[in-house]
């Protein structure tokens, strides 16, 4: 008799062998026996795979479609095309931090859980606080899966974010065989990405690895400014035999990109889509700051006098009060801005077959941070006195009266990550049983710092925005925010036959302190806890090829620690306020759906309804550049609602098409209330932020082994960027293709050779892409929107892929 057994958050028996860890597996056996990993490609390399044999709705992007699209991309752009999706990015690659925002079913980033063969990646927020982004983690060549799980992710997922899905990356095996893969891609606005990877085969004893670098650098397509990023990954796997594998591994990342400018429809309506910050013009900025200082100088002056400007002296002699032609606001243009993140992330697993049927599989991981967030402001001039880059004093300027050695000033916020953790699972197979327990904890230590740097006042600058800076003239605070974490979880798949059941619950305690060092920001604690999370799904096979699938899963979400979000980021007093009532936030889902697969066809169709409970709501305060820490808000409940279709059809062995669509409906339930219970914003009934109705995608795929050729659309309808939703982005559709050829039948170094021209944005659509990037306001415009990357072209050679 064969036993099918399928498991819901039970951990792979060979992790980073290119299976999902944590992912729904199918194993066949009376007794140990190979597995068949149903999230990798099936029969025929299918680009997508949409969850046979699966209880929840989970689908896969594999290697093959990360490989038609230009060399760097983002594996959250390849993903984009799946129902429910919503991502958006201000660059061709999908790859630029400060832009970069993906959700599901009306959960925004930060409330998704995010790992890498296991090992969690954090909310990949900008400024991340417990993890980092994956464009950062690997280099896209080397992930072999992207698995999403839209509404939850399995119960042993290393996340304590996941309220509303998950999105599970794993990166590919080393070779058996010895290989030298290479590629270069040249294109729009100077982009030169380099890649290449030794695998070194085995070497004996099935010791096998590889060591792979990573290049990329372009222009800004706006502005001036270069977006840059070397990365190099290693990985090492010795397998034992049938009894299981050593894995180790260590990435690098060093990214160092110029920042585009926000926009508001107000800098829309006056400047244009392709506005930016004014880089290239040193004298400029500092006549927009000497401006902006003598108005709100004069401004205050005058309440200070009863409307009174006599005897009132201007910081800048010569500068006058009016902004230079073609600037109404010295929030239209800024000198620069820029992101720098430099990583290194190790883990080693040991993975063991202890019996034909009891398997452990531990990972231990570590990561480093060093980041820092840079803006050239002139909402902080350098006062004489201050320090440059190599130490010296910089002397007043002579043409300032308020002792100013500039109208800018160099504000950065630093950050530093060291974290460590272990997560172990222990699996047993009795009968038509599985049973499965593990474990995971992590120890984080976040430092974040905001301080202010001297500029000079001369023609050309004295530092720049994408350098780690030194000597600051001030420290406006300075605090150390250690996290403690600890979850577990239980699970049991029992397979009836046609009918297969999951059940199982995880617990969770997460850990919150502040210490301040400088400044007068929060100190305290503060802790989230449940130990009873609850998740249960069912399978039954129809026959035919046609399957039904549910499930009911409940998630929390953990407090963050950080200066900048989360209960820390706000006054003393106002944390004690809200330390005794502040609550988590929580979801319940439900979802039920239909697979089908006939022949060619795969079809998937799935519902769903999510409880979502004591949603924590940050309202923006001033122009982002200010640095204003945000408002939190619990704004008791968000309901939502929709379906999603999925399909592929592969016409012939060529040719495969892929469609799907999604509906969402989410809502805020309450009204905003104060403390006293007065109501301070009437969301009620509104939409959720940056949440489209309608999704739509649809792809075209041809390959016939020498020939390539791809052609994908995405449209989506408008969203919201007021909680009011009286501000809003218009629907849009936008088409990306690719062509290419491969050399086939030549052997030697040319074989495997290709050659591939690429184009985003065909129709080269002048749109707004990304919203949200200074958070959101109740109403009204806020400078809070990116311009999307015009058409973009790309040529690429490579070989080994």
């Known amino acids: 008799m064969t036993v099918r057994i399928w498991l819901v958050g039970a951990a792979p028996l060979a992790l980073m062998t290119g299976a999902a860890y944590g992912q729904e597996r199918v194993v066949v056996a009376p007794v140990a026996a190979p597995e068949v990993d149903e999230a990798a490609p099936a029969e025929g390399e299918e680009i997508v795979v949409l969850g046979f044999g699966q209880t929840r709705q989970v689908q896969t ?51 998704l859980g995010f790992t890498l063969d296991g090992v969690p990646l954090g909310d990949m927020s900008y400024g991340n606080v417990n993890g980092l982004h994956i464009s950062r983690a690997i280099l896209s060549e080397n992930i072999a899966t992207t698995t999403v799980a839209q509404g939850a992710g399995a119960l042993g997922t290393a996340s304590t974010s996941n309220l509303g899905g998950t999105l599970e990356f794993v990166s590919r095996k080393p070779s058996d065989t010895a290989d030298i893969v290479a590629s270069g891609t040249y294109g729009s606005n100077d982009t030169i990405r380099a890649f290449s990877r030794i695998d070194t085969g085995d070497l004996g004893g099935g010791l096998m690895g590889y060591l792979s670098y990573g290049y ?50 107000d800098i829309i309506a006056r400047r244009g889509l392709r506005a930016d910050n004014i880089s290239n013009d040193y004298p400029l900025a500092l006549q927009i700051g000497r401006v902006y200082q003598n108005q709100a100088a004069r401004s205050a002056y005058s309440a200070a006098n009863n409307g009174s400007t006599t005897g009132f002296i201007a910081p800048w002699t010569g500068a006058g009060f009016a902004f230079p032609a073609g600037f109404g606001t010295v929030d239209d243009a800024y000198y620069d801005a820029a992101g720098l993140r430099r990583d290194w992330l190790g883990g080693l697993t040991f993975d063991a077959r202890l019996t034909p049927e009891l398997s452990l599989v531990s990972t231990s991981y570590y990561h480093h941070n060093k980041g820092q967030g840079s803006w050239i402001t002139p909402y902080s001039p350098t006062p004489a006195g201050a320090a440059g880059p190599d130490g010296s004093v910089l002397p007043a300027s002579l043409t300032s009266t308020a ?27 009795t009968g038509a049983n599985r049973i499965e327990v593990g474990l995971w904890y992590e120890t984080n230590t976040f430092e974040q710092a905001r301080r202010f740097y001297g500029m000079n006042d001369a023609a050309t600058p004295n530092r720049t925005a994408r ?68 998740q249960v799904s069912a399978l039954f096979r129809v026959g035919g090829g046609a399957e039904l699938f549910a499930s009911y899963t409940e998630n929390l979400r953990a407090f963050v620690s950080s200066a900048t979000t989360g209960p820390f980021a706000t006054t003393q007093n106002g944390f004690n306020a809200i330390r005794s ?71 012939a062995p060529p040719l495969t098409l892929f469609a799907s669509y999604s509906y969402n409906k989410a809502t805020y339930q309450n009204d905003v209330r104060n403390a006293a219970g007065t109501v301070v914003q009437s969301i009620a009934g509104r939409t959720v932020v940056d949440t489209p109705e309608h999704m739509a995608k649809g792809e075209i795929a041809y390959d016939d082994d020498r020939f390539f050729a791809r052609v994908g659309g995405d449209y989506m309808s408008k969203r919201y960027f007021t909680y009011l939703n009286d501000q809003s982005v218009g629907a849009r559709v936008l088409l ?42 109740a109403s009204g415009d806020n400078q809070t929107l990116l311009a999307g990357a015009p058409r973009q072209w790309f040529v690429t050679l490579r070989r080994g892929f």
């Open 581 to 651: 009532t502040l609550k988590p936030e929580t979801s319940k889902t439900v979802e039920g759906g239909a697979r089908l697969r006939s022949g060619g066809l795969q079809l998937s169709a799935v519902g769903y309804y999510v409880d979502f409970s004591n949603r924590l709501l940050t309202f923006a305060n001033g122009a982002g550049i200010i640095g204003n820490p945000p408002t939190l808000n619990n704004a008791g409940s968000v309901e939502s609602y929709g379906a999603e279709l999925a399909a592929t059809y592969r016409i």
């Open 467 to 534: 350098q780690f800076q030194s000597n600051p003239y001030r420290t406006q605070w300075d605090g150390k925010y250690d996290t403690k974490t600890l979850q577990y979880h239980v699970a049991d798949t029992l397979d009836l036959g046609a009918l297969t059941l999951n059940g199982g619950w995880k617990g969770l305690r997460v850990r919150n302190s502040a210490n301040l060092r400088t400044g007068s920001l929060v100190v305290g604690d503060i802790q989230a806890r449940d130990w009873f999370l609850p």
């Open 61 to 111: 992007i594999s290697a093959i479609d990360m490989e038609r699209l230009t060399p760097g991309t983002s594996p959250l752009k390849a993903a984009a095309k799946l129902p429910g999706v919503n991502f958006q990015s201000a660059d061709a690659f999908g790859a630029y931090e400060w832009s970069t925002r993906i959700s599901l079913r009306g959960f925004n980033q930060n409330q």
């Open 736 to 777: 990306d293709a690719s062509i290419g050829c491969r050399l086939t039948g030549l052997g030697g170094v040319l074989e495997g050779v290709a050659i591939e021209g690429s184009v985003t944005n065909l129709t080269d659509r002048a749109y707004i892409s990304t919203v949200g990037t200074n958070g959101y306001t």
């Open 216 to 265: 990329l650098t372009s222009d800004k397509w706006k502005g001036v400014g270069v977006q840059r990023q070397h990365q190099a990954n290693a990985k090492l796997v010795k397998e034992i035999d049938t009894r299981g594998s050593i894995t180790a591994f260590v990435n690098f990342s060093d990214r160092r990109e110029n920042d585009y400018q926000d926009l508001s429809y």
């Open 403 to 429: 002792g100013l050695a500039s109208p800018l000033g160099f504000r950065t916020t630093e950050y530093g990550i060291d974290r460590a953790g272990n997560q172990t699972r222990m699996a047993l197979t």
